[in-house]
């Protein structure tokens, strides 16, 4: 996203935050949603800002932030700026935490489900793509530490942020671990399970038996799922997530429309697409010219979609930013609101949750 001036940013959250006072969203990775300023931070509080290419935030921006559209591979790659420097730390794994609670009551979102992979914030396993210093911090210590900050920024901020723990496509061994993990903290906040990371093509993407057994193995245990598929991949990807994985929503799934059985299939059954408008120009998972993007046939069709952001620190958006985008596409408040209903009635709250965040939305908007 280019940059906006801080003023015209306020104007912006102000008018939209009136028209859309209750927002839900879905789709939003936790390490993708750092703030610039925090990483900034933690690097002078570990004595890293030395070795840093980017000394401050604007510097920061210019090498995170994907400008133009690229590639996943391109957008992922940007997390290799930062990663190493709030891996395996926790007042760092806290604070984001604690923070994006707090970004939530700004773009008022009143309902969100936030996704990490715990093992990408740990040090006591690193990942070969980034230069992690081994420690000792675990999946499980950062996991109960994002519940840690999380409760704070709930009760300091009024809003409710449920987790969702991310397997990734190229670490199929950390699979179990993360399944155990959504076993162990289901009743803390932790509701469901997916699959990140690059997609590859179908056949090659969830071939994995591991992974897919995890996945089945976790609707057994009453843990919910939901795949990354359909983004840059193909359909094929979106219908392995559905059968072998037993996914209950898909993230982005814009190429489902590319297979007229299997698009039926996803309305008729109402199978939740969680679109991530700027981020899919970004990657070049949908063509640039947003008026010919899935999401206007989503809303054409009657799918069941939402609109989320994915990840604000690499994309420079936030939830306004697609609700606006959403609008230059051609989607009316009606569509946008109709996005909250669906989210909110597809998001893995408690029952109980779940009925409170519809009976506040039929509130405001009045009955979708
Ligand atoms: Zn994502």
Redesign the pocket.
Known sequence: MEFMAPEEEAKLIAEFNKRFPYKVEL?V?LD?AVRPETVIDIAKERGMLESLPHKNVDEFNRDVIVTKPSSLEIMLRSFGYFMPIISGYKNAVSRIAYEICEDCAKHKIKYMEV?YSPHLFASSVTDPEFEQTPGSFTPRDVVQTVNEGLARGMKEFDVKVNSILCCMTNRPDWSKEVLELCKEFKDQGVVAIDI?GQEFEPGKHYDDCEMKKVFREAAKCGIHRTV?AGEIGTAKAVQEALDDMLAERI??GYHSIEDPDLYQRIIRDQVHLEA?PI?SIMTKACEEDHMKHPLREFVKHGVNYSINT??PVVLGNTLTDDYKFAQDMGLTDNDIIRGIFNAARSCFASDEDKKKIIKELTKIYGPH
């Open positions: 789709h990775h993708g996704r990140a990354h993230g982005h991530c981020s994915d990840d």
